[in-house]
């Protein structure tokens, strides 16, 4: 059993597109106030065999049935993926915590690292200003990531042809280089792909 935590203040989160080896089907799950019955209704789904995907939305998680959900994550059911989805880890036990994958302050720009070429030339510009708005030192770091990211994405989907990809491996060098420009690497990525 795989287990997430996605700390996000978008509900409309798509989340195939950022964590992408989800199991089919997709069930979701919709709660203010998770409590120890909701759990335990839970359990019926998430103890049975097969592989498939639950996403719990919440605001609240009740001690008692983090407690009960542990439980849970302790007797896992083979091909089961558990999503949970809430707006902060505050809150959320450290022993939980330790039994999940935490994916912290996931905004719209990271989502859309995942799929950067599926992107119009507009949102992939929002994507290019939200990295250059960070500080100084990260907009190297999060120019590469960016192209390690449609590298990694792109390499299982064939998007991209080997001259494509040949691009983007010196555009990725010339990042090292001080005297380019990471803006306008980024710009002419989010132009020219």
Not at 85 to 113: F, H, P
Not at 143 to 157: D, F, G, K
Not at 163 to 179: I, P, R, V
Request: with cysteine; hydrophobic share 40%.
């Amino acid at each position: 059993m795989h287990a997430y935590l996605i700390c996000t203040n978008n509900k409309e989160i798509n989340l195939k597109s950022f964590l992408p080896k989800l199991a089919e089907p997709i069930f979701k799950h919709y709660f203010t106030k998770l409590k120890i019955d909701d759990v335990h209704a839970l359990n019926s789904f998430l103890l049975t065999s097969g592989a498939e995907t639950h996403i719990i939305y919440f605001e609240t998680f009740l001690e008692l049935a983090q407690n009960a959900f542990l439980k849970t994550l302790e007797e896992p059911s083979a091909g089961k993926q558990i999503v949970l989805v809430t707006k902060s880890r505050a809150g959320i036990l450290d022993t939980l915590l330790s039994r999940l994958n935490v994916i912290d302050n996931v905004a719209d720009s990271e989502l859309k690292l995942s799929n950067f070429l599926e992107l119009s030339i507009v949102d992939r510009l929002e994507v290019v200003k939200n990295i250059l708005n960070k500080d100084d030192d990260e907009v190297r770091p999060g120019a590469q990531n960016l192209i390690n990211q449609i590298l990694s994405t792109n390499t299982e989907t064939k998007f991209l042809t080997s001259q494509q990809k040949q691009t983007l491996a010196q555009l990725h060098d010339h990042l090292f280089d001080s005297g380019t420009s990471a803006k306008q690497i980024l710009e002419f990525l989010a132009v020219t792909l």
